[in-house]
Structures are given as structure tokens and as C-alpha cells.
């Protein structure tokens, strides 16, 4: 079992930066794929930014260009680096690994 730990939410103004991590109980060197998603109120959950165990990542059409997916296997952590961001990036963003283990997500709100 694996449990995912988020942090870095919060408000920020349009065109502004945050940086979300998520922490692993587990060694991130046996997860295949992790990845953020993020669901907005009255909306599905949809898929942000994945990263495979090799490095590889995509990305949804609606955030290249401005975020970036990372991962740090000494610290079992995975980041999303978030840059100008837009009042429609608004929403709580989770992380996944394998498609099987949720974290319990993190709010990000943006907004003027």
C-alpha cells in the first residue's frame, strides 16, 4: 500500500507561481507512474502532468508550456512546478501513483 501526501496549495493571483510536492511512504523507484490530477467544483477529475519511473512525462494541452512535472527519488517526492497560472487552474489538485493509491489532494485557488 502506498500513501501519497500533498502540500503546497494555497491563493495566488493570475500569472503567478506555486509548487505542489507529493510525499511517498514508499519508495517511488517501485512506482511505475505518478501523476497530478486535478478536479474542479461541478467538474471531472482530470489528468495534469504524469511521470513515468524512466523520466518520461506529458502533459494535458492545457498546461504546457507552464507546468512542469518532476520527481526526487531520494526524498520519494513528487513535484508540480505551477507558472502562470490562470483563474481556470483553479481547483483541487491530487496525486496518484499507478492508478491505484490517491492522495487526499490539495486546493488551488486562483484568483485576483
Known amino acids: 500500500q502506498v500513501q501519497l501526501v500533498e502540500s503546497g496549495g494555497g491563493l495566488v493571483q493570475p500569472g503567478g507561481s506555486l509548487r505542489l510536492s507529493c510525499a511517498s511512504s514508499?519508495?517511488?523507484?517501485?512506482?511505475?507512474?505518478m501523476g497530478w490530477y486535478r478536479q474542479a467544483p461541478g467538474k471531472q477529475r482530470e489528468v495534469v502532468a504524469l511521470?513515468?519511473?524512466?523520466?518520461?512525462?506529458n502533459y494535458a494541452d492545457s498546461v504546457k508550456g507552464r507546468f512542469t512535472i518532476s520527481r526526487d527519488v531520494a526524498k520519494n517526492t513528487v513535484y508540480l512546478q505551477m507558472n502562470s497560472l490562470k483563474p481556470e487552474d483553479t481547483a483541487v489538485y491530487y496525486c496518484n501513483a499507478d492508478n491505484s493509491w490517491w492522495g487526499q489532494g490539495t486546493q488551488v485557488t486562483v484568483s485576483s
Open positions: 514508499t519508495s517511488i523507484r517501485s512506482i511505475y507512474r
Open positions: 511521470i513515468t519511473s524512466a523520466g518520461s512525462t
